[in-house]
């Protein structure tokens, strides 16, 4: 059972640079979400899509975030220029219509 | 503001007791509640859910009850084990809506 891919799972790089990100979902999940989660917090929602398209962004996702679901299957998630408090873990998760989540391991971004 | 309040962050029970972890919410609209377990270098992991409509619903071992009139929610782990030492996060979603708040988390440590 192939569950929900994230690549990479560790970023480290230089404040100012840009970052993609890639979520592969389980196969036949509609609806995929990135969600951020800092030391001591619990997850914060960012972004949801349902197959291609983009629903909801958080307030949380600045200009310098985008993310993009092609053809509803894989998603990316870019931040350009990317500061200081961007350093996190982001969660990829993807599921089914009208049932609960399934997360991947998540990509930790650290900025130097 | 935090709408999903857990107000522990950390627990510690014998093995073979019961384990109790809180939840609190502000918003009444939401209306479905799910726990997930979080190990260490993993992503969150689906463990019960509940709907408003109901007040208690039961997964072998775990059972979460709904207070709606309290908007307390508690997860019980009967009998515990060292394996269920993990962080655990309670999260809701209003109606219409798709993405989870989560609570910051309750680490439970279960001794052998």
């Known amino acids: 059972d192939t569950g929900v891919s994230q690549d990479p799972r560790h970023k480290i790089t230089k404040r100012g640079q840009n970052v993609t990100f890639r979520c592969d979902p389980i196969s036949e999940h509609n609806r995929l979400y990135w969600y951020r989660q800092t030391l001591g917090q619990g997850p914060e929602f960012l972004t949801y899509f349902q197959n291609e398209a983009q629903l909801e962004k958080s307030r949380l996702l600045s200009d310098r975030f985008s993310a993009e679901r092609p053809k509803g299957s894989f998603s990316t998630l870019e931040i350009q220029r990317t500061e200081q408090g961007d350093s996190a873990m982001y969660l990829c998760?993807?599921?089914?219509?009208?049932?609960?989540?399934?997360f991947g391991d998540g990509t930790r971004l650290s900025i130097l | 503001d935090q709408q999903v309040k857990q107000n522990s962050p950390s627990l510690s029970v014998q093995e073979g007791r019961i384990s109790i972890l809180n939840c609190d919410y502000t918003?009444?609209?939401?209306?479905?509640f799910l726990w997930y377990k979080k190990y260490p270098a993993e992503g969150p992991t689906f463990l019960i859910s509940i709907s408003s409509i109901k007040d208690k619903n039961e997964d072998g071992r775990f059972t979460v009850f709904l207070n709606k009139s309290a908007k307390h929610l508690s997860l019980h782990i009967v009998p515990s084990q060292p394996g269920d030492s993990a962080v655990y996060f309670c999260?809701?979603?209003?109606?219409?809506?798709?993405?989870?708040?989560f609570g910051t988390g309750t680490r439970l440590k279960v001794l052998a």
């Open positions: 999260a809701a979603s209003a109606q219409g809506t798709y993405k989870y708040i």
């Open positions: 998760a993807s599921s089914p219509l009208d049932t609960f989540a399934h």
């Open positions: 918003n009444s609209m939401f209306d479905y």
